[in-house]
């Protein structure tokens, strides 16, 4: 690039000789500078020959090859002839190489017909019922030879995992269980005091909390902490290829990696599920003894009425469940990521899309389930 | 780019008293080198001497603690940020794995820099792209992400968007590493050519001997414990005359048996 000051920008003008077009084109090309306009120049003219001269050229790169070939294309079109000789060897051939780019630059075509589409997606989503049932039968034959064998497991790995998923998730569940308390107080209190009920909000807190809202909420924030994380750790993994280097080594991943993380979440939901719960009802506590005058000793009196054993043990059930769920997922989407920035960030984001809808569809088993056992 | 009046008598790089590191850790110092136009000029070194350091000093893309580094006479490390991002466009940079844009195509991620500096028509963009890919000997991949193409393509993709503004200057970052040789060969053949097509002034950083002695005009080698360079010259020079055991050994590794 030249760095004289006097140099001009690009120029291009024509003059008429018979049925010939002489374009004579000068100063600075630059590709990053504005250049003349061959449509411009040619102003409705249709010569039968065109020739080019370069002569006063100071400066080109490529936006002179783009005018060349602009000029050359018309006249390919317009059946007049481009007379190309009195230009440089060097330009002529970069000219060549332009066309020849020009002519097997095909756009490729993803677009496929809306059958094509539907049966792809059908096959797509059998191929991943397969992959999901293959990782979750995997996990539990690698469980079953970790349990003849439990020097093998990854105790320290798991421990790390049980403080990132457990210990430092305290500060959120604590805010959204508390929270979570509160508006269920505020919306219960609605219609209670309208039947003088209002005692029986502490029913409602109760249950609510330690059979359903403790163990989803509590799912769904480590689905978003932790499920996420997972699914991007492993996929970064498996775009550093250090997962094919754990399989060449003969140690399968699910082993190594997997079943850590998932012992990690099985042993902490449950802990934090409680938390939550005990969290919630301090929450709905507080309202009911501000809002509606009720003591503490009376919404804990009342709820120990209706609230027993069987509905904690339903609520850290399903808590189990949901991080064993939460926890697959994050490991599954990771080693299903592409070995890309955007396949981690998409895996990521189908690990928490993939543990709330499966946390649901759950969840509604388990009403099924309990109502039918009479729990 | 090409240029028909006579050369401008600053020179493409000029670095006076570089100092280099991170986190208060200097890795190199006192580097002062000059880069003439249009010449190819290779950054040597044993691993760890600080290469990429350098290179990444002279991008831009750290700060250096002290020193300056002009580009074609004009201070780019004292530069306001406008006036950097204006001399951005004369260079491009290969970096060492392409560094392609996974989410975009090929022709994106060379019509990138293009539709940001230039006024281009979308149709002219895709011609650029299609040259600079067909130049490079990617034709007919224009529309493929780079995750389904080799490593040796990724690089080669990355060249042909280090040079869609033909710049001036263009710096590689060991471009022949993870490359087979005969890819590595015609890398190399693909810098002269761009060199030899644009006047381009090359920059590589390599412990490629083979590259050394078949591409480079001029080379400086670097050492970690001198902290900054301890030679400067055309390297069959340097391989044949040169008393510092260091360059020796290092450019006469093949003679030297094991």
């Known amino acids: ?375 | 780019m090409n240029d028909a009046t006579p050369s401008d008598p600053a020179p493409a790089i000029e670095v006076n008293n570089l100092e280099c590191g991170y986190n208060g850790k200097v890795v190199l110092k006192n580097v002062s080198f000059t880069v003439r136009r249009g010449e190819i000029f290779f950054i040597i070194g044993g691993s760890g001497c600080g290469k990429s350091t350098l290179l990444r000093h002279l991008v831009g893309l750290n700060t250096p603690t002290a020193g300056t580094v002009k580009f074609l006479g004009r201070s780019f490390t004292d530069a306001d940020p406008v006036a950097r991002r204006g001399m951005l466009k004369t260079f491009g940079m290969l970096f060492q794995s392409g560094a392609l844009w996974s989410s975009l195509t090929l022709r994106q991620n060379v019509a990138l820099p293009l539709e940001e500096y230039t006024s281009l028509s979308s149709a002219e963009i895709d011609e650029v792209a299609a040259l600079k890919l067909g130049q490079v000997g990617l034709g007919g991949f224009e529309d493929y992400f780079p995750a389904e193409i080799s490593g040796g393509m990724k690089k080669r993709a990355g060249l042909a968007r280090a040079l869609a503004l033909d710049p001036a200057i263009v710096f590689f970052d060991e471009p022949s590493a993870g490359l087979d040789p005969v890819t590595s060969r015609k890398l190399d053949e693909l810098i002269l050519q761009v060199r030899e097509n644009f006047g381009t002034t090359i920059v590589v950083v390599s412990h490629e001997l083979a590259s050394i002695f078949s591409i480079a005009d001029r080379v400086i080698m670097l050492d970690s414990a001198q902290q900054g360079i301890i030679a400067e010259g055309r390297p069959r020079d340097l391989a044949a005359n040169s008393r510092d055991p260091r360059v020796s050994e290092f450019l006469r590794r093949e003679d030297k048996p094991l």
């Open chain 1, 1 to 375: 690039m030249s760095a004289k000051p006097e140099t001009r920008n690009a120029r291009a003008s024509a003059t008429v000789d018979g049925d010939t077009l002489e374009v004579t084109l000068a100063g600075a090309w630059r590709i990053t500078e504005p250049q003349p306009s061959w449509p411009d120049l040619l102003g409705g003219r249709t010569p039968a020959r065109v020739r080019l001269r370069l002569e006063a050229v100071e400066v080109w790169d490529t936006s002179l090859l783009l005018y060349l070939f602009a000029v050359q294309e018309w006249c390919r079109v317009c059946g007049a002839y481009c007379d190309v000789s009195p230009l440089p060897e060097k330009i002529r051939a970069l000219l060549a190489q332009m066309t020849a780019s020009h002519e097997t630059s095909v756009p490729f075509d993803r677009s496929e017909s809306f059958l094509n589409s539907v049966g792809r997606a059908t096959l797509d989503t059998l191929v991943k019922a397969r992959e999901i049932s293959h990782f979750v039968g995997d996990c539990v034959l690698s469980t079953v030879q970790l349990v003849r064998s439990p020097r093998r497991f990854r105790w320290r790995d798991c421990i790390e995992e049980m403080q990132q998923c457990g210990a430092m998730a305290l500060p959120i569940v604590s805010l959204v269980s508390l929270l979570v308390g509160v508006t269920l107080a505020y919306t219960g209190a609605i219609v209670l005091r309208q039947y003088g009920g209002d005692i029986y909000l502490a029913d409602l807190i109760g249950l609510s909390m330690v059979r359903e809202m403790g163990a989803v909420m509590t799912a769904v924030v480590l689905a978003g902490r932790t499920g996420a994380a997972f699914a991007a750790t492993l996929g970064n993994m498996k775009a550093n290829e250090e997962i094919d280097a754990l399989e060449t080594l003969g140690i399968p991943a699910v082993q190594f990696l997997v079943l850590p993380r998932l012992l990690a979440l099985a042993v902490m939901m449950p802990l934090l599920a409680l938390y939550a719960n005990a969290l919630g009802i301090l929450g709905g506590m507080s309202v009911a003894y501000g809002l509606l005058a009720i003591p503490p000793t009376a919404f804990w009196a009342e709820m120990l009425a209706t609230v027993d054993l069987t509905d904690v043990s339903a609520g850290v059930i399903k808590a189990v469940a949901f991080g064993l769920i939460v926890g697959l997922s994050g490991c599954l989407r990771g080693l299903q990521a592409e070995r890309s920035a955007a396949g981690v960030g998409r895996a990521a984001t189908s690990a928490v899309v993939t543990a709330i809808l499966l946390m649901i569809v759950a969840d509604a088993i388990f009403a099924v389930l309990f109502n039918a056992l009479g729990i």
